[in-house]
């Protein structure tokens, strides 16, 4: 099976996990802040965290924002379902808000009208979190300016877009919003096996997530509410978890993190080239936002014809995965999850995320994809649209 995304791992990767297994030091060493320190001056962000997930980045960036009981926060139906989890761990309210069928990315129009109305109910969010659908960045600028009307903080769930720009600056930057959170799962754009970070130019958001990522314990004397009695004496601040990133995995970050420009040179390469193979046939590329550079973490292509006949895709999804090709389907629109359904978290209406999760199959992308394969892939595409039409 050609899987739809899969990790590039090469002997140097090998060599500088190896070397970790030989030192003093396999977690709390010095490689993750090295780490931090790379992916932070890569993006151009002051401050980077480092953590188990991408997933607990975002619980730490929601948990440092104050987001608590009560509290309301947004984001779209069509991503993982992470992107919402965080925020119910910390006890808010979840809502979703539409997204550009075209894009996938949050609609700027819904989020406009949204608040609008939940200015006049009294209901405004006090968290929103796009999501850079694909590795495509949302228009941020638009966002941050809502933020300053209705007086609400971003988290941008970049766990897609390691190695994207958004106005020629790298997505991390937080230009537009109070963190940025990364994954570093296996087929994200690169990868420490699991693995997260949250980077933000404020240096208090920064220091709340360090505590948090470690029980909320600090050993720093500086830190301490009362002078220590002794060199043993940690303070336990707040209730934290155990968030830690390994230097192992630090290790394995540090060597793919070299190597981050080439992984997004080879996925636009490719994506280009599926767009020339694909011209004509019955299925449309995400369209290009103008305001930034993907970094090509999914290909998805919309299906022509499949929300006037709902079976179409489950055929040539089947018909794909027949052939050996690990097609995919980024992704269930959230609020029609079991789970949330019976909570009733999110019931509205999101025309444009369920017209875009009717067509919506995901091809093939990763940078050890060969053209033959991908030409195999394109072939295989065409000749299913033509039996399931
Ligand atoms: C992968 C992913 C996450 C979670 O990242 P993990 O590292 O797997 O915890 C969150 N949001 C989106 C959109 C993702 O694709």
């Given at each position: 099976m050609i899987p739809y995304g899969r990790q590039d791992i090469t002997q140097e990767d090998i060599d500088a996990v190896v070397e970790v297994l030989g030192s003093a030091f396999l977690t709390q060493g010095p490689l993750v802040p090295e780490f931090e320190g790379r992916v932070a001056g890569t993006c151009g962000a002051a401050h980077a965290v480092a953590v188990s997930s991408g997933t607990a980045a975002l619980h730490l960036a929601c948990l440092a924002l104050g987001l608590g009981s009560g509290d309301r926060f947004w984001t779209s139906p069509i991503t993982f379902v992470a992107s919402a989890n965080c925020a119910l761990y910390c006890g808010a309210i979840v809502d979703f808000v539409d997204i550009d069928p075209e894009t996938g990315n949050l609609s700027i129009a819904a989020l406009t009208e949204r608040l609008e109305w939940a200015e006049g109910e009294g209901l405004l969010p006090k968290v929103v979190m796009p999501v850079h659908f694909a590795g495509q960045p949302c228009d941020m600028a638009?966002?941050?300016?809502?933020?300053?009307?209705?007086?609400?903080r971003i988290i941008e769930?970049?766990?897609?877009?390691?190695?994207?720009?958004?106005?020629?600056?790298?997505?991390?930057?937080?230009?537009?919003s109070d963190i940025t959170v990364f994954s570093f799962h296996p087929v994200k754009i690169i990868t420490t096996g699991e693995g997260g970070m949250a980077l933000t130019n404020d240096a208090a958001l920064a220091a709340r997530m360090s505590l948090l990522?470690?029980?909320?314990?600090?050993r720093d004397p500086a830190e301490m509410t009362a002078p220590p009695e002794g060199k043993w004496c940690y303070e336990q601040q707040a209730l934290g978890f155990n968030y830690r990133l390994t230097d192992l995995q630090a290790a394995l970050g540090i060597t793919q993190l070299d190597r981050l420009e080439g992984f997004v040179l080879r996925r636009r390469s490719l994506a280009v080239r599926y767009n020339g193979l694909l011209a004509g046939r019955l299925v449309s590329p995400l369209q290009r936002e103008p305001y930034g550079v993907s970094s090509y973490h999914l290909y998805v292509v919309r299906l022509h014809g499949a929300v006037e006949d709902p079976g179409l895709r489950t055929r040539v999804f089947d018909c794909m995965r027949g052939r050996g090709i690990g097609v995919n389907v980024h992704y269930i629109p959230i609020p029609t999850q079991p789970w949330y359904r019976e909570q009733g978290i999110g019931i509205g209406t999101y025309p444009g995320a369920m017209r875009y999760y009717r067509e919506a199959l995901t091809l093939p992308l990763w940078p050890g994809l060969r053209e033959d394969e991908q030409d195999y892939i394109v072939t295989a595409l065409s000749e299913a649209l033509e039996h399931s039409g």
């Open positions: 638009a966002v941050h300016a809502l933020s300053r009307r209705f007086g609400f769930d970049a766990t897609h877009a390691l190695g994207a720009t958004h106005d020629n600056r790298p997505v991390g930057s937080c230009r537009y990522r470690s029980h909320g314990i600090t």
